[in-house]
């Protein structure tokens, strides 16, 4: 299976952040939250509310480090060889083989 890589179309969008809310864009006049937010609801949703609304934040764990530079070496080597791609060309692909995200 090729590696491919969507390109962030999603900056075409004229938004605005919210005002009371980290990570909440404004666009066309609605606001849209990160879809991550979803999985921390189902986790914890007070954490939702402390982090983003209240902005508490706590120190990252030795694992949370190790975590993140662990994704970005990963992230690297997929760089590496990915073709840059649609979200359409992808969507298209889908229909004819499986595609892993």
């Known amino acids: 299976m090729e590696n491919k890589l969507i390109i962030d179309e999603f900056n075409i969008f004229d938004f605005e952040c919210h005002e009371n809310y980290k990570s909440v864009r404004i666009i066309d006049e609605k606001a849209n939250f990160p879809i991550s937010w979803l999985n921390t609801q189902g986790y914890c949703e007070y954490s939702l509310y402390l982090e983003y609304c209240q902005g508490v934040s706590t120190a990252p764990t ?11 070496r990963l992230e690297e080597k997929f760089k590496e060889t990915a073709q840059p791609s649609t979200f359409e060309d992808a969507f298209e692909l889908s229909k004819e083989e499986e595609i892993l995200s």
């Not at 030795?62 to 970005?72: P, R, S």
């Open 62 to 72: 030795q694992e949370m480090v190790e975590g993140t530079e662990g994704h970005h």
